[in-house]
């Protein structure tokens, strides 16, 4: 992602069974199942969890609904995240994902 420093870790949901052992080899304090930003396959998903994390409900457009900071934010397009109130860098993140990482939520 060209607006951080170093490598950023997504937690994809649909490829996790949260079994810890993540947590058991990062190199990183935390929990990636739980603490990483969670890209979500379905909206049940979503909203079964508590993880920060989003899903892109149209993927052609697209319609983002994102969790961060307690709060559940819906955006329609990229540029609409950072409106809606998320952060900037989360907005990259995301908009990264959706421009360069597509096969992850197809």
Request: proline residues 5%.
């Amino acid at each position: 992602i060209k607006e951080f420093d170093m490598p950023q870790i997504l937690h994809i949901d649909r490829l996790c069974n949260e079994c810890g052992n993540c947590a058991s080899f990062c190199p990183y304090t935390g929990e990636p199942y739980r603490d990483k930003l969670t890209l979500f396959a379905s909206d049940a998903d979503f909203e079964n969890s508590d993880n920060q994390g989003f899903l892109f409900i149209d993927k052609e457009k697209p319609v983002i609904k994102v969790r961060t900071g307690g709060r559940i934010i819906t955006a329609d397009g990229l540029p609409a995240l950072t409106q809606q109130g998320a952060e900037s860098g989360l907005a990259a993140f995301i908009r990264t994902v959706y421009e360069e990482y597509g096969y992850l939520y197809r």
